[in-house]
């Protein structure tokens, strides 16, 4: 498993809950060092005894600890250039859908070893969508609900009305389930395709 999927998880971990909360979940999964490297290699075990420590620490269920992940991964100004890649994905919140397809490709032209689960996504009637999530052997449980943690926050980013949830897994994938009911609901946050505009100066 690429190491900055496990780097992730560790950053969100002390971003949210402090160093302290985070050392301490660092000493019960038994890890070798108390900081992942982004660009090495981890079994998914280790990932995986992470979580389960941080289960046990922070007292919330490990589904919603990994959908906090996805929230965290849009929201945190730390990561203000994976927003601004999602947000290139379309003007509204169905263009960002039908564009999730690509995401593992565009993810890929950034790091060129990482390997992101395959994404189908299938449109239903009245708004309503299906996000197949295919991982890999190599990735750990669960990566379908830090994308519902990521489709949430996106929906607050283009102020979408969207009601979704983990609708299940099998051994080969993880369903989510969508549905757009408005998708000029709110302002949604301020994002320019373009980046920020030039700065006008006053001549004296």
């Known amino acids: 498993m690429h190491g900055l999927l496990a780097r992730t998880l560790q950053c969100f971990l002390?971003?949210?809950?402090?160093?302290?909360?985070?050392?301490?979940?660092?000493?019960?999964?038994?890890?070798?060092?108390?900081?992942?490297?982004?660009?090495?290699?981890?079994e998914p075990a280790t990932v995986a005894r992470v979580l389960e420590a941080a289960v046990l620490r922070l007292d919330k269920a490990g589904d919603a600890i990994l959908e906090d992940i996805g929230t965290y991964l849009i929201t945190h100004p730390n990561n203000e250039g994976l927003r601004r890649l999602m947000r290139y994905g379309g003007i509204d919140f169905i263009d960002f859908l039908h564009s999730l397809e690509d995401l593992p490709g565009r993810a890929r032209l950034a790091v060129a070893d990482?390997?992101?689960p395959e994404l189908e996504l299938c449109d239903r009637d009245g708004g309503a969508f299906e996000l197949i999530c295919r991982p890999r052997r190599s990735h750990p449980r669960g990566l379908g609900h830090v994308l519902v943690g990521v489709l949430r926050a996106m929906a607050d980013?283009?102020?979408?009305?969207?009601?979704?949830?983990?609708?299940?897994?099998?051994?080969?994938?993880?369903?989510?389930?969508?549905?757009?009911?408005?998708t000029d609901f709110a302002a949604g946050r301020s994002f320019e395709l373009?980046?920020?505009?030039?700065?006008?100066?006053?001549?004296?």
């Open 157 to 182: 980013d283009y102020g979408a009305l969207v009601m979704l949830g983990h609708a299940g897994e099998s051994a080969a994938h993880e369903r989510i389930e969508i549905t757009v009911v408005q």
């Open 194 to 204: 373009g980046g920020a505009p030039p700065r006008q100066v006053k001549g004296g």
């Open 114 to 116: 990482l390997d992101l």
């Open 14 to 42: 002390q971003d949210t809950y402090g160093m302290g909360t985070w050392a301490e979940i660092a000493r019960r999964a038994d890890l070798d060092s108390p900081d992942f490297e982004a660009m090495l290699n981890y």
